[in-house]
């Protein structure tokens, strides 16, 4: 069975891009596949966050990756900061990668413009990320479309790591949506969808109760004229509805078309607001009983490190003979 690792940041709160563009495949090809998904709390501290705050956020992201349906008998759900590889992986491999490719990547660019304080973490953050999935001889990692550059980095590093140091990791590929990979921000359609949004009207949370969902749905942001057509360049706004709907429906994005040619904006909003609330009811319905009772995460979190370290442990010790580390014994 091909091996998938995957990894979502600790938000605490999950919105619909996370869920469509990888979540979502997460759960469905847990039988055909030998899942590994972590809550990667490391990389919550590239910026400014509140330490008395990302323990509860990292609870709650993997309490949603559970209400979501990973099932813990067929994933290894795990935190990053419960397997110590991932930190020592890191290290060596920011001695493959090159400052310059490095600076060139688009979310240190983003990321960066955005902060006071550039801490070196944001910079090394796709190291980290290349290190979570070079731990796992991992096969395929499925993200959404804002990951690509991250995970050809983490293919690039693989390759350059073997060469100059024989064959030693196995090399991954990066798997994509054919709907949802690029969610975009409701009131901001042409920026993809995210927690950090100024407008938090934009961006739909997998807990917004069923009202608020319609109400941002509803005035989402729309283009001029009055047809419903997917051409994300020439109208995002209504592009995003259809993909939305055509995801939360489980239909492609061609039949949401044909099924909203000749209907207005308005019809097409209501649909895709009904839509978003009954695909996420029995999500909500399985949060809810799952914070009644705390201690069922923290035995998953547990049992998923363990079995996650008995992974990563003998591909760490292939690695560290392969770069010349003298043994401890
Ligand atoms: P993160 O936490 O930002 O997002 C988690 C997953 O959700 C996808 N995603 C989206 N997909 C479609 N439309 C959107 N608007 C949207 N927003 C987010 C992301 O592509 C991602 O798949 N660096 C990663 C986490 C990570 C990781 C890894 C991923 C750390 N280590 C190793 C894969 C393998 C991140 O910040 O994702």
Not at 9 to 23: E, I, S
Not at 33 to 51: G, K, N, Q, S, W
Not at 106 to 123: P, R
């Amino acid at each position: 069975m091909a091996r998938v690792f995957s990894g979502i940041q600790p938000t605490g709160d999950m919105h619909l891009g996370n869920y469509l563009g990888a979540v979502q495949r997460w759960v469905a090809e847990q039988d055909e596949r030998d899942a590994i998904h972590c809550v990667v709390d490391l990389h919550a501290m590239t910026v400014a966050y509140e330490p008395a705050e990302l323990a509860e956020r990292t609870r709650r992201t993997a309490m949603l990756l559970l209400a979501a349906g990973i099932d813990p008998e067929r994933t290894i759900l795990f935190v990053q900061s419960h397997v110590r590889v991932h930190t020592e992986l890191t290290w060596v491999l920011n001695c493959v990668a090159s400052f310059g490719e490095l600076r060139r990547m688009t979310q240190f660019k983003e990321k960066s413009e955005a902060q006071d304080f550039v801490s070196a973490g944001l910079f090394d953050y796709p190291v980290l990320m290349a290190a979570d999935i070079l731990a796992y001889d991992v096969d395929e990692v499925p993200v959404g479309e804002d990951q690509r550059q991250h995970l050809e980095l983490a293919r690039d590093l693989a390759i350059r790591f073997n060469h100059r140091f024989g064959d030693t990791l196995v090399v991954p590929r990066a798997t994509f949506p054919s709907v949802g990979a690029r969610v975009k921000d409701l009131q901001n359609p042409t920026a993809k969808m995210s927690k950090s949004s100024e407008s938090p009207q934009g961006t739909l949370l997998l807990l917004d109760p069923p009202q608020v969902i319609t109400k941002k749905i509803k005035s989402a942001v729309t283009d001029s004229g009055t047809d419903v057509r997917y051409a994300p360049e020439e109208k995002p706004g209504v592009s995003n509805l259809l993909e939305i709907l055509a995801a939360a429906s489980g239909t492609t994005i061609e039949q949401a078309e044909a099924d909203f040619a000749g209907s207005g904006y308005g019809k097409l909003k209501t649909s895709a607001a009904e839509a978003v609330v009954e695909y996420l009811r029995p999500l909500q319905d399985r949060y809810e009983e799952l914070a009644r009772d705390p201690s069922e995460v923290t035995r998953v979190l547990e049992l998923g490190a363990e079995k996650a370290e008995a992974i990563a442990e003998p591909v760490m010790a292939r690695i560290r003979a392969a770069v010349g580390l003298l043994p401890r014994s």
